[in-house]
């Protein structure tokens, strides 16, 4: 490994902090092995805990069914933590995981560094799994040069969901396509304190998958960027500053008392149980919103696509998917799992099962090939649309790193968190913005010439 492609991998570990991997994962995977009690081989996978990976679980009995010689176990970890322990564990070379869920930030930096199997030769030998299905912008993210590191278990896009009866009630409309402007002053409009209504529910917490997930698309565009293409950090810069300023105005104002610890679950609890008019998030959300034995505003949810302001894109773009670990003692188990998970045969196991609304989205074309799920998934083209839409090159001045949900950079996970605390502590009234966007700033500055030798290096 080159230096500095090493020292990154040992910054890497540092963010991973103290936690210990076997002991958080309850000692998951000391089973595991081909050629286990009976012939059985045990495939442990790492999940995140979103609502994707609760439906898998729940149907993997079908699987073992169909594959009795392999037995499934799951450990299943909120996102931060999950993170953490996956890159202590590939990064040492000592993963107790067969497969792993990870996203677009952490497949090509892993896959750069040999910590992931090339899945290209089993996806090959299997003309019914359809690579080629997969829709191109996931797709992207998943691999290069004709080698494929991880296969999509559910994509999305952001969009801005809100509650039509509430609108109706008080004779206002959402525009088609909202300005962040726009969305403020419909917060004000729609808020009602009286009944415990906040105007709008965004992510908060400080992490980079949480409150930088709400703010960065917003940064975008409103024109702002984190570094200019000299890696000077630019949260100071009077655009990149009028973003965070909006945010934390937009949250301490509308955003109601738990803003600055709120996240996805929490944001999903809060807008099912009706307690928000508005919620900005992933365009997945839409299968648990819309489903009636979780949620109280099911029938009740418009969907507009994510606001924007001067610069005319906003939306970001992710995808759960499922990796392999070089390190896996049980490849061709493990990829047989993968499979299923991620095949058109699961996608419409989910629907059959479990309901329309919680069909995987945004993997496969052929997903929207279906007019069944089209018409039972109020929210299914906007995804789409969003998705095909979303582009993380896309940033509204010349920028040295691509992403728009997160920067593409091997220790952003590490300085993208360090960040979303000045962020958070400003939503909560711990410090001023401009206290914040300095704080920010002295951050990057110390982390740019890493990130600049491996944006040159790789």
Request: negative net charge; aromatic residues 10%; glycine residues 10%.
């Amino acid at each position: 490994m080159p230096r500095s492609r090493r020292n990154l991998a040992i910054s890497a570990l540092a963010a991973a902090g103290a936690i210990s991997l076997l002991a958080a994962c309850g000692g998951a995977g000391s089973g595991s092995g081909t050629g286990g009690a009976g012939g059985v081989t045990t495939v442990t996978v790492a999940t995140a805990a979103v609502p994707q990976f609760d439906d898998v679980r729940a149907l993997t009995e079908t699987f073992e069914q169909q594959h009795p010689a392999i037995r499934i176990e799951y450990v299943n970890l909120p996102e931060d933590q999950l993170r953490d322990q996956l890159t202590q564990g590939v990064a040492t070379g000592s993963s107790p995981f067969d497969v792993i869920a990870v996203g677009p930030y952490e497949v090509p930096i892993w896959s750069k560094n040999g910590w992931l199997e090339d899945l290209a030769p089993y996806a090959e030998q299997d003309a019914d799994y359809d690579v080629e299905d997969i829709l191109p912008t996931v797709r992207k993210g998943l691999g290069s040069d004709g080698k494929l590191f991880a296969v999509p278990f559910s994509g999305e896009s952001s969009m801005l969901m809100y509650r039509k009866d509430l609108f109706e009630a008080k004779g206002i409309e959402m525009p088609a396509n909202p300005s962040w402007t726009q969305v403020a002053q419909l917060a004000a409009q729609v808020e009602d304190e009286a009944q415990g209504i906040q105007g709008i529910c965004m992510r908060g917490s400080s992490s980079w998958g949480s409150s930088l997930a709400a703010l960065n698309p917003i940064i975008n565009t409103f024109g702002g960027v984190w570094y200019d293409q000299a890696w000077t950090p630019q949260f100071s810069s009077p655009e990149t500053k009028r973003a965070v300023q909006f945010y934390v105005d937009l949250q301490r104002e509308h955003g109601g008392p738990s803003a600055a610890s709120n996240g996805f679950p929490e944001c999903l609890t809060a807008f099912g149980q009706g307690k928000a008019a508005m919620w900005f998030d992933a365009t997945s959300a839409g299968a648990s919103v819309e489903d009636p034995k979780t949620s109280t505003v099911a029938g009740k949810v418009g969907y507009a696509p994510a606001p924007v302001e001067s610069f005319d894109s906003s939306g970001w773009l992710w995808s759960w998917n499922v990796a392999m670990p070089v390190t896996s003692e049980n490849k061709d188990a493990a990829w047989a799992y993968m499979r299923w998970a991620s095949s058109k045969e699961y996608v419409a196991l989910v629907g059959e099962k479990l309901g329309l609304v919680r069909t995987p989205t945004a993997t496969r074309e052929s997903t929207y090939a279906d007019q069944a799920y089209l018409d039972g998934a109020p929210f299914a083209e906007i995804s789409l649309a969003s998705v095909r839409k979303a582009d993380p090159t896309q940033h509204p001045k010349p920028v040295p790193y691509t992403g728009v949900l997160f920067l593409g950079l091997p220790t952003y996970q590490d300085f993208g968190t360090q960040v979303s605390q000045q962020i958070s502590a400003a939503v909560a009234g711990n410090q001023t913005v401009d206290e914040a966007v300095a704080n920010a700033d002295k951050i990057l500055a110390g982390v740019a010439e890493d990130n600049k030798a491996w944006v040159e290096g790789s």
